[in-house]
């Protein structure tokens, strides 16, 4: 049997996590959910518990602890981030599978990783905010992450095709979201619903945003860099607008590996989940001759000023990426009520960054001391 904690589980990786699981144990895998943590979708977190019932459940607030318990009164229930901390130490567990969305999530990975668990890691943010924190924990207690993007599955992939030494860059590719052809001086004018509509994956809100401004790409160079080791100039993104091949790896003899697969995140799951196993559990099919042309073309960084912007702050190091992720979120925020324009959350994120001069070194005190300024500095952020 293999215990599992899923954070994050009302969301669209953790809900696919689920049926990741039901589907694996329907072909004679053993896994159970021992775990949920969640945010404010009481209701989706209770059809949840009915389904897999789960020994210890995490919620954000106390209202959600007690409108939880009236339905369960058996369940033990934990609040906030004190409780996910709680959650990831529950006893015999193998796997936590972290699909946390924010900064908030990289605590959990820590503590996980301390436990020496295994990682299946979406939360971005535990290696863009905490990456060398992360590979400190993993080389003092010797835990595992297996990432759960598709981008970095499909590196992980690709790089077993040779060794470390030989590989001469990683290609990680992006279909450039919805704005890939919108002439640049209508950017100011996008609507939030012309952005959420993502033109391959169904994805959470900030993500789909992050997607089209390119944050989440720069997001996965650091997370590359932290996972594979790395350096980032021999990290390259490209536009693959069919989302169809999933990233590649040059090597020094001059192959390129590629990983292909329909656009469907259950795939990464399920590699994360049973990693280096390939089990048949029915997930969709790649039609290679029903996918048309696949096409490349470099970024445009005049058209997602918002990836330099991020890439500035991994290379500056120490906080700076918490700045950077903090700021982005709560413009993401801002634009989605329509506070500020589409375009401003590049400004915004350039202007927290220009702003920060702390250069303390990177514990976590700091990157949420780094966190909290970055937020009060893009609440007040006027473009």
């Known amino acids: 049997m293999r215990r599992v904690i899923i954070l994050g589980s009302t969301g669209s990786i953790g809900t696919q996590t689920i049926d990741v699981i039901t589907r694996l144990n329907r072909i004679g ?24 019932r789960p020994r210890v459940v995490c919620v954000a607030e106390e209202s959600g602890r007690d409108e939880l318990a009236r339905r369960f009164p058996d369940l033990e229930i934990v609040v906030g981030e004190d409780g996910l901390l709680v959650l990831v130490r529950t006893d015999d567990v193998d796997i936590v599978v972290n699909a946390l969305v924010g900064a908030i999530g990289l605590p959990p990975t820590l503590v996980a990783l301390e436990q020496g668990r ?18 400190t924990v993993l080389a003092d207690h010797g835990g595992t992450i297996v990432p759960i993007d598709s981008e970095h599955s499909a590196l992980l992939q690709a790089l077993s095709a040779g060794k470390r030494e030989e590989v001469r860059r990683l290609v990680i590719t992006a279909s450039g979201g919805p704005f890939l052809r919108t002439p640049l001086v209508e950017l100011d004018r996008v609507r939030p619903e012309d952005a959420l509509h993502h033109p391959n994956w169904n994805m959470g809100t900030r993500i789909t945003i992050d997607s089209a401004t390119m944050v989440n790409k720069a997001f996965e160079v650091i997370e590359a860099h932290y996972l594979f080791g790395i350096p980032y100039d021999h990290i390259e993104p490209v536009i693959h607008p069919a989302s169809v091949v999933h990233s590649l790896v040059e090597y020094r003899d001059g192959s390129v590996i590629a990983q292909l697969a329909p656009p469907d995140m259950r795939i990464p799951i399920q590699y994360a989940l049973v990693y280096p196993h390939r089990p048949d559990t029915e997930l969709p099919r790649l039609d290679l001759t029903a996918v048309g042309p696949l096409t490349f073309a470099p970024l445009d960084h005049a058209r997602y000023p918002a990836f330099d912007a991020v890439l500035f702050a991994a290379e500056r190091g120490g906080t700076a990426p918490a700045v950077a992720n903090a700021a982005d979120e709560v413009l993401v925020t801002r634009f989605l009520a329509g506070e500020i324009p589409f375009t401003a959350i590049a400004r915004g994120i350039a202007a927290a960054l220009a702003g920060w001069t702390d250069d303390a070194p990177l514990t976590l005190a700091a990157v949420r001391a780094a966190d909290r300024w970055a937020r009060t500095v893009a609440r007040k952020y006027t473009p």
């Open 29 to 52: 895998y053993d896994f159970e959910i021992v775990g949920l943590g969640a945010g404010h979708n009481i209701e989706r977190l209770s059809q949840q518990v009915a389904a897999v």
């Open 118 to 135: 295994t990682v299946a890691l979406a939360n971005k943010e535990s290696l863009v905010v905490g990456g060398e924190l992360v590979k």
